[in-house]
T-cell receptor, first 109, second 114 residues
Framework: GEDVEQSLFLSVREGDSSVINCTYT??????LYWYKQEPGAGLQLLTY?????DMKQDQRLTVLLNKKDKHLSLRIADTQTGDSAIYFC?????????FGTGTRLQVFP | DTGVSQDPRHKITKRGQNVTFRCDPI?????LYWYRQTLGQGPEFLTY????????KSRLLSDRFSAERPKGSFSTLEIQRTEQGDSAMYLC????????????FGQGTRLTVV
């Protein structure tokens, strides 16, 4: 079945770049997503990429997709303390989303 | 309309009791999804509706769970005879249709079964 994997934890200094990685298994996924979840809250869609793209940039966010290796990454430039949260990648499987286990990003001053 | 809303935000119940959660999607969205998220995990798909029709149910949705969307607007998720393993965050999401790129999530209902 489909499986999405992420590293569990990332710690970065404020102002540095953060790179969160994700691998997925379903090569037929049309869209891949990054969601952000703050403590006790729902999920906020950050960005998404269509599977025929290699890269998408949106302000401080850069998404890279390596379809051959089924690898997705999210780069956050100039990471701020407000970026501290759990980040989930997700792939679209027909009509539903398959989520990874999430990467907890901690930003320290 | 400010987004997907869920009620209640928190629910504590005794084992064996029934609970019902409500989700109000974004008004023009015809797709509505239910997910469950346990501590330290990503959300897992439970079921979804297109208008009032329930089109898919996950194997996670045991016989004790039932979801409805009677008029194609709000939806309810009922859990009968709750068990401690049902403790989780229950998330609702909506989207415009199956081809939509974006699903918008509510704040979730956190269920604690004691």
């Amino acid at each position: 079945g489909e499986d999405v994997e992420q590293s569990l934890f990332l710690s970065v200094r404020e102002g540095d770049s953060s790179v969160i990685n994700c691998t997925y298994t379903d090569s037929s996924s049309t869209y891949l997503y990054w969601y952000k979840q703050e403590p006790g809250a729902g999920l906020q869609l950050l960005t998404y990429i269509f599977s025929n793209m290699d890269m998408k940039q949106d302000q401080r966010l850069t998404v890279l997709l390596n379809k051959k290796d089924k690898h997705l990454s999210l780069r956050i430039a100039d990471t701020q303390t407000g970026d501290s949260a759990i980040y989930f990648c997700a792939e679209k499987d027909t009509d539903k989303l398959i989520f990874g286990t999430g990467t907890r990003l901690q930003v320290f001053p | 309309d400010t987004g997907v809303s869920q009620d209640p935000r928190h629910k504590i119940t005794k084992r064996g009791q029934n609970v019902t959660f409500r989700c109000d999607p974004i008004s023009e969205h015809n797709r509505l999804y239910w997910y469950r998220q346990t501590l330290g995990q990503g959300p897992e798909f439970l079921t979804y509706f297109q208008n009032e029709a329930q089109l898919e149910k996950s194997r996670l949705l045991s016989d004790r769970f039932s979801a409805e969307r009677p008029k194609g607007s709000f939806s309810t998720l009922e859990i009968q005879r709750t068990e401690q393993g049902d403790s989780a965050m229950y998330l609702c999401a909506s989207s415009l249709d199956g081809e939509s790129t974006e699903a918008f999530f509510g704040q979730g209902t956190r269920l604690t079964v004691v």
